[in-house]
């Protein structure tokens, strides 16, 4: 079992930053590909990144390239996404999420294969 928790959400006017933490406790992630994911309200679930078991590949949604970055430390357990140049379409609530996997430079994209998920944490981004 992996339990995973959120933090660093919060309201910031367009073009600020956040940075959005997932600290995992209960077993390493250091075997987990881990992904973010955000829905906002009225919307579905869509995966932000996404990021291999050895932090070697990554995946963007096209709309946060070169905005966000996400990178894991896995002496820490934690997973981080870096978000820069805020948009107000970037509001919604962020999800981390973990999946067991043998392929360390495998990401994946589909909420459906993920195992775990934490709590979320709301972004508000005003104009």
């Known amino acids: 079992q992996v339990q995973l928790v959120e933090s660093g959400g919060g309201l910031v006017q367009a073009g600020g930053s956040l940075r959005l933490s997932c600290a995992a406790s209960?077993?390493?992630?250091?075997?987990?590909?881990m992904g973010w994911f955000r829905q906002a309200p009225g919307k579905e679930r869509d995966v932000v990144a996404a990021?291999?078991?050895?932090?070697?590949?990554?995946y963007y949604v096209d709309s946060v390239k070169g905005r966000f970055t996400v990178s894991r430390d896995n002496a820490k357990n934690t997973v981080y996404l870096q978000m820069n140049s805020l948009k107000p379409e970037d509001t919604a609530v962020y999800y981390c999420a973990a999946r067991l996997t043998t392929q360390r430079d495998s990401y994946y994209t589909g909420s459906q294969g993920y195992d775990y998920w934490g709590q979320g944490t709301q972004v508000t981004v005003s104009s």
């Open positions: 990021l291999s078991w050895d932090g070697g590949s990554t």
């Open positions: 209960g077993r390493t992630v250091s075997v987990y590909a």
